[in-house]
């Protein structure tokens, strides 16, 4: 499968923002999907988890109650609703994916086996 990401861009602190990720290749429905974010000088970091059916969903504590993470199986695309943004929410999201149907950490990166390019996402204070 291959994921893109888009959506990014500039926008005001308290501000919102949603970025998607298409998938091409498989259905979407085949995968356990999930949300990464990467700062300037930090490492890649958790942000949220989607099951196959959307039935579950996981948050990072720094976005729980800010983001809403979603998917539309029959557009093969998951999205990552984001609100009440913040400066430190700036980084670059990438979305990525894994074969459903085993056992695994939705925040552990090294477990994902497909990810997108990447979509900057910057807001300004």
């Known amino acids: 499968v291959q994921l893109q990401a888009s959506g990014g861009g500039l926008v005001q602190a308290g501000g919102s923002l949603r970025v998607s990720c298409a998938a091409s290749?498989?259905?979407?429905?085949?995968?356990?999907m999930g949300w990464f974010r990467q700062a300037p000088g930090k490492e890649r970091e958790f942000v949220a988890g989607?099951?196959?059916?959307?039935?579950?969903?996981y948050y990072a504590d720094s976005v729980k109650g800010r983001f809403t993470i979603s998917r539309d199986n029959a557009k093969n695309t998951m999205y990552l609703q984001m609100n009440s943004l913040k400066p430190e929410d700036t980084a670059v999201y990438y979305c990525?994916?894994?074969?459903?149907?085993?056992?695994?950490?939705?925040?552990?990166?090294?477990?994902?086996?497909?990810w997108g390019q990447g979509t900057l996402v910057t807001v300004s204070s």
């Open positions: 990525a994916g894994r074969l459903s149907g085993y056992a695994f950490t939705f925040s552990n990166s090294y477990e994902y086996d497909y």
């Open positions: 290749g498989r259905t979407l429905s085949a995968y356990d």
């Open positions: 989607i099951s196959w059916s959307g039935g579950r969903t």
